[in-house]
Structures are given as C-alpha cells and as structure tokens.
C-alpha cells in the first residue's frame, strides 16, 4: 500500500514563505507526475503545480506562477513546493498527489491523472 505524507505546513504572514514536502512510503513503484492541489471549504480542488519526473515538463496555476516553485527528487521518491510572497488568498489545504506505475495523463494540473493523494496538510496566510 503507498502512502503519501506531506509536512511543512503552517501559519505564515502575507509576503512569506512556506516549503511543502511530500514523500512516497510503503510499496510504491516509479513515480510518473507528481502534484500539489488546494482546496478552500466549499470550493473545488484546484491544481497548483505538477511536475514529470521523467521529462522534468512542469505545469503552474496562473495564480501561482513566479511565486511557487516545485521539485522533485527521484531517489528519495519526493517532491516539494516552495512557495514564496504567498498572499491571503493562497489559505488552503494542500494535498499531495502522485502518478505511479501507470495510467494517463490527462492534462495539465488534472486531477484525474491521479492515483495516490496525502492527507493534506493546512496552509493559512494571514494579512
């Protein structure tokens, strides 16, 4: 059974910075995309940032572009998200995600490319 764990999260005030790591445990197999989601209560889950771990393509989110960085390290099977000048509006819970073994991308920052999602972990900007 995979697991995903993520950590980092927390309380941070507008213009910091925040790192999100996440890390693959248990049985997983090759690790194909890797992604960070958000979601606010009451709203959809929306795709932040993604990235291949075989071509190195990376996707952001129009909100988050130039602020948000991710990276992805193979032999640890983890990823991260820095994220910097984070804004109010970036309050959410995170979640980690990640294609493994195999299956179909189907498109940028979708999340029905997925197969495996953390448990999320709180992000609160405050102002």
């Known amino acids: 059974q995979v697991q995903l764990v993520e950590s980092g999260g927390g309380s941070v005030q507008a213009g910091g910075s925040m790192t999100l790591s996440c890390a693959a445990r248990g049985n997983t197999y090759r690790t194909l995309y890797w992604g960070w989601f958000r979601q606010v209560p009451g709203k959809k889950r929306e795709g932040v940032a993604e990235i291949s771990t075989g071509g190195g393509r990376i996707y952001y989110a129009d909100s988050v572009k130039g602020r948000f960085t991710i990276s992805q390290d193979n032999a640890k099977n983890t990823v991260s998200l820095q994220m910097n000048s984070l804004k109010p509006e970036d309050t959410a819970m995170y979640y980690c995600?990640?294609?493994?073994?195999?299956?179909?991308?189907?498109?940028?920052?979708?999340?029905?490319?997925?197969?495996?999602w953390g448990q999320g972990t709180q992000v609160t900007v405050s102002s």
């Open positions: 995600a990640a294609l493994m073994g195999g299956g179909t991308w189907y498109g940028a920052l979708v999340e029905q490319t997925y197969n495996h």
